[in-house]
């Protein structure tokens, strides 16, 4: 399957910086299915630890620094989104090769399965993060174009390259398993009381 996700891409664009001969753009567009299979492969990962399947690449200087995927449910923790997962080891990375971490991240392309929600969009904006390649829009939760509007909070001309629709059919497929597989998984009795509870609501 990872094979032909790109096969029916429908390339968005929703943002573009005003650069003359953007040869950083160029390299970032021209490797979009190279690092998106490897943000599909982590979003698989999540969908099999029965994680909402969401996974991201951040790359700088042609080079991957930080991958995540969604780790909410195991940990505990609302905000382990992929995006945050990966910002702990781009800041390893810094600390590691001795960089600042802010110089860093102004040069980091992220690809990305799903549209970013609110709170991520938000952090990749302060974060100054250049480019933002994702698949399949966020509906209910996304903080680029679906719910927020990064657009009201960047500069005009714009400040990030944000390119839309790389590999959306398998980023909602993804989606649709793991809904299916959590309703499945439900106990029979939770679904009978939420029946109940709908009936004494009416
Ligand atoms: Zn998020």
Redesign the pocket.
């Known amino acids: 399957m990872l094979d032909d996700i790109f096969s029916d891409e429908k390339i968005t664009e929703i943002s573009r910086r005003e650069i003359e001969d953007d040869k950083d753009f160029t390299e970032a567009f021209d490797s979009r299915h190279k690092f998106m299979k490897l943000a599909f492969e982590k979003a698989e990962e999540a969908l099999t630890n029965l994680e909402v399947p969401v996974g991201c690449v951040f790359v700088y200087k042609n080079e991957i620094i930080g991958s995540g995927r969604n780790d909410v449910n195991v940990s505990r923790n609302p905000t382990r ?1 992929a ?2 997962v990966a910002f702990e080891q781009i800041l390893d990375y810094c600390k590691e090769h001795s960089l600042d971490s802010l110089e860093v991240f102004k040069e980091t392309t992220l690809y990305v399965t799903l549209e ?2 609110m ?2 969009a938000s952090a990749l904006q302060q974060l100054q993060i250049p480019r933002i390649f994702f698949g399949a829009s966020n509906e209910r939760f996304g903080g680029i174009i679906s719910v927020g509007n990064i657009k009201t909070y960047q500069e005009n001309p714009p400040s990030m390259d944000i390119i839309a629709g790389i590999g959306t059919t398998f980023a909602v497929k993804l989606l649709k398993d793991f809904y299916k597989n959590t309703n499945m998984r439900a106990p029979i009795e939770k679904r009978i009381d939420k029946t109940v509870k709908n009936e004494n609501n009416l």
């Open positions: 989104h995006e945050m970013p929600c709170m991520c």
